[in-house]
């Protein structure tokens, strides 16, 4: 096997952006580390996605909606270089090997114990390369009785008790986007960045560790706090809140609803007057604290209804802007694509597919006289011969690797 050598960038990436010069090798599929390193992407990194010949990261396969691609894959892969890596094989072990011994960070979220089985732990890899910085991503942690359970999202959701919270009081549900993958995938790159900056002091790399069972289990926390305080399980309230009066949607005059939401009692004490024209609820000891209001909830909001009811979405939010009250529209989907506020930020940017461009929205970080990039979402396999000639492999060493099956069929197929 030839000496590992360094992965040399593809193109020169600007210093300004954060990440710049860092290697990323990401053994991974699904969501929550391929957001992980999306944003390690987003950030300058330069990361090589890992995936099988035969089909690649499953969620490739998730659906056709984005001109034949899967949208799971395109929201969470763009940036990356795919090569595509058959693990069962000495060939392709050794390739990854080669990698792992270029790259500032490794990153995976195989099935419990699978990448140790591979040769690809975290105690084998921190032992070989002291300065690597290991993401391990599982659904239920290291040890215990569920460390060798399947874990999804909603599964997860379930079991840490978020669908108790989350829907109407007569229908449990789990939240429309992936929230523990999402958890997952945040806390292992805020892990991966404290790892990064704590090697630039020590000189050393770590082991990091993320379940999504427990990052999922943090999200709960004021709901924790407050069964533990109280005995009592909040149980599910629809949009209001458990702990808040008035907040929830109300009804409109054009048949819409308005979402509404005070925080405080100062603000109580302007809607009141302002809005509800009923200045005498800013003192009235049955209305005037929130603890009280939350107590005759159905009072507040009835109250609340019958005022909305008589004007129109814009009116009222028009009226509480004047009033510095927190208002929303009950928007779906179809009208985030056309938000004006994304709009008006200037957000959106072309986006590079197999299939073609799409528009993509710009990273949520904002960096000072610094744009983002936004690379191009991989075909299956597209850099698989450009990464191993960065490697310093000589041609008939790839093409041998090919024909051992190390590398799958031929390289760049969509998917």
Excluded: C
Excluded at 21 to 38: D, I, K, Y
Excluded at 98 to 105: K, M, P, T
Excluded at 177 to 194: E, F, R, W
């Amino acid at each position: 096997m030839s000496q590992p050598l360094p992965l040399p960038l593809p193109l020169p990436q600007p210093q300004s952006l954060p990440l710049a010069g860092v290697t990323v090798v990401a053994l991974e599929q699904a969501v929550a580390a391929p957001l992980a390193t999306r944003h390690l992407a987003d950030l300058g990194a330069r990361v090589v996605k890992i995936e099988r010949p035969d089909g690649g990261d499953f969620a490739r396969g998730y659906d056709r909606s984005v001109g034949g691609l899967a949208s799971h894959f395109v929201w969470l892969n763009r940036g990356k270089e795919s090569i595509t890596l058959d693990l069962r094989t000495p060939g392709g072990r050794a390739v990854l090997a080669d990698l792992v011994a270029g790259a500032d960070v490794f990153v995976q979220n195989l099935a419990p114990g699978a990448a140790a089985r591979l040769g690809f732990g975290a105690v084998e890899l921190r032992a070989r390369h002291p300065r690597l910085i290991t993401v391990d991503l599982s659904g239920y942690g290291s040890g215990g009785p569920y460390q060798d359970k399947r874990a999804y999202d909603m599964l997860i959701q379930g079991e840490v008790g978020l669908v108790s919270l989350t829907g109407t009081p007569e229908q449990p549900a789990k939240t429309g986007v992936p929230s523990s993958d999402i958890a997952a995938g945040m806390y292992a790159l805020s892990g991966t960045l404290a790892a990064l900056v704590g090697r630039a002091g020590s000189g050393q790399g770590s082991a990091v560790g993320i379940s999504m069972f427990e990052a999922t289990a943090e999200w709960m926390g004021h709901q924790l706090h407050h069964t533990q305080g109280t005995g009592r399980s909040p149980g599910r309230a629809g949009l209001s809140h458990p702990g808040i009066a008035p907040y929830d949607a109300f009804p409109t005059a054009d048949e819409q609803e308005v979402l509404i939401g005070i925080q405080n009692d100062r603000e109580w004490a302007r809607f009141a007057e302002h809005f509800l024209a009923r200045p005498e609820l800013a003192e009235h000891p049955d209305w005037a604290t929130n603890v009280e209001r939350v107590r005759r909830r159905r009072q507040v909001d009835a109250l609340v209804a019958g005022r909305t009811v008589t004007m129109t979405v814009p009116e009222v939010i028009k009226l509480l802007d004047a009033l510095a009250i927190a208002s929303a529209r009950l928007n779906d989907v179809g009208d985030l694509l056309e938000h004006p506020q994304l709009a008006a930020r200037d957000r959106w940017r072309p986006v590079a597919t197999p299939a073609g461009e799409i528009r993509g929205l710009l990273p949520p970080f904002d960096f000072a006289g610094v744009e983002l990039p936004m690379g191009p979402v991989p075909a299956l396999g597209e850099h698989t011969e450009p990464v191993l000639r960065g490697l310093g492999y000589p041609p008939e060493r790839i093409t041998a690797l090919r024909a051992a099956g190390a590398l799958g069929g031929s390289s760049a197929t969509a998917g």
